[in-house]
């Protein structure tokens, strides 16, 4: 049987995740909470020796884009973080987020295609790595279109009983994935899957923000669906794909930190022991599916209409 995999992914976006739905408060956390996060975080990657896939937003490469948004620049354009992930002792890797953060699934094949032809641009100039991609909102589609920009990997909806609350709506979706979260219900392993040109990794689990409702679920829970998932894939051989935003430690922070590293310490323990495997998503690229893996169905995209562009 095969060796089970760790898969981390990071959403890297500061204000760019919610350029079209901006409050104060998301310009004041932007500027002033991302950057203790992001290094935070790296601290803890670099200490139990544990790579993950960055996927970033390419505007943040981009200072031209960054002074036509609102508020402090720091808030739309962030070398000095890139910068960090690149040389940090742990082997990163730069994914993609987009260009400016569009809904991809949403909008019109050319428009789509346009903003990740700026995406490889700047990751081109800056020679960074353009392989793995994840949708902005979580929201997957213009496959064609991810397809023709080189892109290989992408990274799938979780699966589970979650999505079909999808169908009843946005509310049902949030409730439905907050009771998911707050339950210790064991989070899927998943396996790559072929679809088309690309590489479908499927997440497994969100490392949710403690803000709002959300700071009801306990901790405990938490490392328990941890524990759960990584031990389901080493049981399986399958992929345990967990991802979070940098933003999701923006409250209760040091407990979202000890939580996280608490995990990062099992997973490193169980990769020393040969338990498990740490892969970026870039990885899965010359990695190639079994039949079984390739059979399995893509789940359901659900996208609503397309947004308007931000301005470069």
Same mark, same amino acid.
């Given at each position: 049987?095969?060796?089970?995999?760790?898969?981390?992914?990071?959403?890297?976006?500061?204000?760019? *995740?919610v350029?079209?739905?901006?409050?104060?408060?998301?310009?004041?956390?932007?500027?002033?909470?991302?950057? $203790?996060?992001?290094? @935070?975080?790296?601290a803890?990657?670099?200490?139990? *020796?544990?790579p993950?896939?960055?996927?970033?937003?390419?505007?943040?490469?981009?200072?031209?884009?960054?002074? @036509?948004?609102?508020?402090?620049? #720091?808030c739309?354009y962030?070398?000095?973080?890139?910068? &960090?992930?690149?040389?940090? &002792?742990?082997?990163?890797?730069?994914?993609?987020?987009g260009?400016r953060?569009?809904?991809?699934?949403?909008?019109?094949?050319r428009? @789509?295609?346009?903003?990740?032809?700026?995406?490889?641009?700047?990751?081109?100039?800056?020679?960074?790595?353009?392989?793995?991609?994840?949708?902005?909102?979580?929201?997957?589609?213009n496959f064609?279109?991810?397809?023709?920009? #080189?892109?290989?990997?992408?990274? #799938?909806r979780?699966?589970?009983?979650?999505?079909?609350?999808?169908?009843? *709506?946005?509310?049902a979706?949030?409730?439905?994935?907050?009771?998911?979260?707050?339950?210790?219900?064991?989070?899927?392993?998943?396996?790559?899957?072929?679809? #088309?040109d690309?590489?479908?990794?499927?997440g497994?689990?969100?490392?949710?923000?403690?803000?709002?409702?959300?700071?009801?679920?306990?901790?405990?829970?938490?490392?328990?669906?941890?524990?759960?998932?990584?031990?389901?894939?080493?049981?399986t051989?399958?992929?345990?794909?967990?991802w979070?935003?940098?933003?999701?430690?923006?409250?209760?922070?040091?407990? &979202?930190?000890?939580?996280?590293g608490?995990?990062?310490?099992?997973?490193?323990? &169980?990769?020393?022991?040969?338990?498990?495997?740490?892969?970026?998503?870039?990885?899965?690229?010359?990695?190639s $599916?079994?039949?079984?893996?390739?059979?399995?169905?893509?789940? $359901?995209?659900?996208?609503?209409?397309?947004?308007?562009? $931000? @301005?470069?």
């Amino acid at each position: 049987m095969a060796k089970g995999k760790l898969t981390i992914s990071i959403d890297l976006e500061l204000a760019w *995740g919610v350029w079209d739905q901006l409050t104060p408060e998301d310009l004041s956390m932007a500027e002033s909470a991302e950057r $203790p996060i992001c290094a @935070a975080l790296l601290a803890l990657f670099d200490r139990h *020796g544990i790579p993950a896939t960055w996927a970033m937003v390419a505007a943040l490469l981009d200072e031209p884009s960054a002074k @036509a948004r609102p508020g402090c620049v #720091g808030c739309w354009y962030a070398p000095d973080i890139v910068e &960090q992930i690149v040389h940090a &002792q742990a082997a990163h890797e730069i994914g993609s987020h987009g260009g400016r953060h569009i809904d991809l699934a949403a909008a019109e094949a050319r428009v @789509a295609e346009s903003d990740l032809l700026f995406a490889k641009y700047i990751h081109d100039v800056h020679a960074l790595p353009f392989q793995s991609l994840v949708f902005p909102r979580n929201r997957v589609g213009n496959f064609d279109a991810v397809a023709r920009t #080189g892109l290989r990997v992408y990274r #799938g909806r979780d699966p589970g009983w979650t999505n079909v609350a999808h169908r009843a *709506g946005r509310w049902a979706a949030k409730a439905a994935n907050l009771a998911d979260k707050a339950l210790p219900i064991p989070p899927p392993s998943v396996a790559p899957q072929m679809h #088309g040109d690309l590489i479908n990794l499927p997440g497994s689990m969100l490392l949710i923000g403690r803000n709002g409702a959300r700071r009801f679920v306990l901790p405990a829970v938490t490392r328990a669906k941890l524990a759960m998932g990584l031990n389901r894939a080493i049981r399986t051989g399958g992929v345990f794909h967990l991802w979070f935003h940098p933003s999701n430690f923006y409250y209760r922070r040091e407990e &979202q930190l000890d939580t996280l590293g608490w995990f990062l310490e099992l997973a490193a323990e &169980q990769a020393s022991r040969g338990l498990i495997e740490i892969a970026t998503m870039g990885s899965y690229e010359t990695s190639s $599916p079994s039949m079984a893996e390739v059979e399995q169905s893509l789940e $359901p995209v659900f996208a609503p209409a397309p947004p308007t562009a $931000p @301005a470069a």
